[in-house]
């Protein structure tokens, strides 16, 4: 089951949100051990959580296997205060149709640490589904390179906005990709699953079934 959190009905999702800052905490803090982190009870928050954000995220039964934080860029955002200079080929996106992307995680127990399987595809479909449905131009997010490559593979839409900095498991580029039908109906083909991941997203708008090929499915 694929959630869509907000200021509007969070206190209905308490648990889960609660969930979702502990999974943070064990995989950015105990496993990734990224710096500068800060973790209340072991539960990884910071700045940005305060801003509004809208969570995405898949359920496995009482776990969350996978979760996406977006922040809407008429207000600060991760990549614009921490990560402006991997900005270099654009303009930084920004305005109330632009949203960053941030703390995109699937749980060690449904995936690996680079996270590209089918909850990491399943996960991406949905934030495209929603920026469709609400409007938004563009995404942007700091990922490492395996990652956009990954996207790229996948077919979605996505451009770097300047060189990548370091080197192995830690090379990340920050890119923008936009929301659109076309990412969707190529990540639907890709994973061979034509069901929307929202409701009220019409997968017919996006990908008919008459074109429908036959790539790999991803099941790992």
């Given at each position: ?6 200021e ?7 648990e ?6 502990e999974?943070r905490?064990?995989?950015?803090i105990?496993?990734?051990?990224w710096p500068h ?9 910071d700045?940005?959580?305060e801003l509004?954000p809208?969570?995405?995220?898949i359920?496995?039964?009482d776990?969350i296997a ?5 922040n809407w860029?008429d ?10 200079h991997l900005?270099q080929?654009?303009?930084?996106p ?5 949203v ?7 749980s060690p127990?449904?995936g ?5 399987n089918?909850?990491?595809c399943d996960?991406?479909?949905a934030v495209?589904?929603?920026g469709v449905?609400n409007?938004?131009s563009?995404?942007t997010a700091?990922?490492?390179t395996?990652f956009f490559?990954?996207?790229?593979q ?6 770097a906005?300047?060189?990548?900095i370091g ?5 990340c ?5 936009p929301a659109?039908?076309g990412?969707i ?8 699953n034509?069901a929307?991941?929202?409701a009220?997203?019409?997968a017919?708008?996006?990908y ?7 790539l790999?499915?991803i099941t790992?």
């Amino acid at each position: 089951m694929i959630v869509v959190v907000n200021e509007s009905n969070k206190e209905e999702y308490r648990e889960d949100l609660d969930k979702l800052h502990e999974l943070r905490h064990q995989v950015f803090i105990e496993q990734l051990k990224w710096p500068h982190l800060k973790s209340v009870n072991g539960r990884e928050y910071d700045r940005y959580d305060e801003l509004d954000p809208t969570y995405i995220y898949i359920k496995e039964g009482d776990d969350i296997a996978a979760a996406v934080r977006l922040n809407w860029a008429d207000r600060p955002t991760l990549l614009g205060d921490v990560f402006p200079h991997l900005v270099q080929f654009e303009s930084l996106p920004v305005g109330s149709e632009v949203v960053d992307l941030s703390r995109f995680v699937v749980s060690p127990k449904y995936g690996s640490r680079e996270r590209m399987n089918r909850y990491g595809c399943d996960l991406i479909c949905a934030v495209l589904e929603y920026g469709v449905m609400n409007g938004v131009s563009d995404y942007t997010a700091v990922v490492s390179t395996h990652f956009f490559s990954t996207l790229l593979q996948w077919g979605v839409e996505a451009y770097a906005l300047g060189f990548p900095i370091g080197q192995g498991r830690e090379e990340c580029v920050a890119f923008r990709g936009p929301a659109s039908e076309g990412s969707i109906a190529q990540l639907y083909r890709y994973s061979q699953n034509y069901a929307p991941r929202l409701a009220g997203f019409a997968a017919q708008r996006a990908y008919p079934v008459a074109a429908r090929g036959a790539l790999p499915r991803i099941t790992h």
